[in-house]
Nanobody, 118 residues
Framework: QVQLLESGGGLVQAGGSLRLSCAAS????????IRWYRQAPGKQRELVAE?????GTNYADSVKGRFTISRQRNTAYLQMNSLKPEDTAVYSC??????????????WGQGTQVTVSA
């Protein structure tokens, strides 16, 4: 059974840092892109950052220069620096995964809360 396990959320003051992790586990043939999304109360979910299988990266304009996504095999990390109160949201990991004996599909983690106080 394939799972995405997230960790690293929490409460931090503005200007602080947090590091999120997303680990894909289970009977996996291949993990392609891994993405972090976030959703704040009353707002639509937005793509924060993406890292491809070849370690290419993409970022939302709102986090460029502050957030860095990286990857080591089937685990992705989101280093968040210079956090702002508007970064407060539930952050969820998403990945394109091909399991053994099954087709490539879209998987989601359970989400982790990030709260930035002013």
């Amino acid at each position: 059974q394939v799972q995405l396990l997230e960790s690293g959320g929490g409460l931090v003051q503005a200007g602080g840092s947090l590091r999120l992790s997303c680990a894909a586990s289970g009977s996996i043939v291949r993990v392609d892109a891994i993405r972090w999304y976030r959703q704040a109360p009353g707002k639509q979910r937005e793509l924060v950052a993406e890292v491809t299988n070849g370690s290419g990266t993409n970022y939302a304009d709102s986090v460029k220069g502050r957030f860095t996504i990286s990857r080591q095999r089937n685990t992705a990390y989101l280093q968040m620096n210079s956090l702002k109160p508007e970064d407060t949201a539930v952050y969820s990991c998403n990945a394109d995964i091909t399991p053994w004996h099954s087709r490539r599909a879209d998987y989601w983690g359970q989400g982790t809360q990030v709260t930035v106080s002013a």
